[in-house]
């Protein structure tokens, strides 16, 4: 019998990892996924036209000019006009504009109200100069097509205390940077 119960809440741990994880896990597990969502986004632009969506950056908030290319109403860019990914328009909580496309300056926000923001490897040579490169650790390059991140809770880039550093930093990544390996 208690083996079961052991079993059991393993199990739920498994499937509902936010459980006890306080009262900001949502958010976070949010966040984490919209910038999954829209890096293989950008990934099945860049299958299917050969290249990536050009906004006049290699780093850019994912604004207005970006969301029309991946949702198909930028025909120039888009010219097969394919939907790569849907996102719901932003919704008013506490004052702010969250979870979407913000109706008046059509970027894309997350749960605390702040842009997502992209790197772009505009060179085409398989990697991206690592955003977090001062950081003890962090390898100078990322070795992806492109990464996305929520600047977190604090709306600052990096630690607060050591701007542009990951340590300390509530920043959320498409992929995680570890000191010798990338993991999605």
Not at 64 to 70: D, N, S, V
Not at 122 to 146: F, K
Not at 164 to 179: K, W
């Amino acid at each position: 019998m208690a083996l079961g119960v052991l079993a059991l809440v393993v199990i739920s741990g498994l499937f509902f990892p936010t459980i006890g994880s306080g009262p900001e896990a949502p958010e976070k597990s949010g966040a984490r996924n919209d910038a999954s969502q829209l890096s293989v986004a950008i990934k099945a632009f860049y299958t299917e036209y050969g290249r990536l969506p050009e906004v006049g950056a290699e780093s850019v908030p994912v604004n207005r000019e970006l969301m029309a290319i991946l949702t198909g109403t930028d025909h120039q860019q888009n010219p097969r006009k394919i939907v790569f990914i849907e996102v719901p328009v932003a919704r008013e909580k506490k004052g702010r504009w969250r979870f979407g496309i913000h109706p008046e300056s059509g970027a894309w926000v997350d749960p605390y109200g702040n842009p997502y923001s992209v790197k772009f490897d505009t060179d085409y040579d398989g990697s991206i100069p690592n955003p977090y490169a001062g950081s003890r650790g962090d390898e100078r390059n990322i070795h992806q097509l492109v990464i996305v991140w929520s600047s977190g809770q604090d709306g600052i880039f990096g630690n607060p205390q050591k701007r542009g550093e990951r340590n300390g930093s509530d920043d959320i990544l498409s992929a995680i940077i570890l000191p010798d390996r990338l993991l999605f």
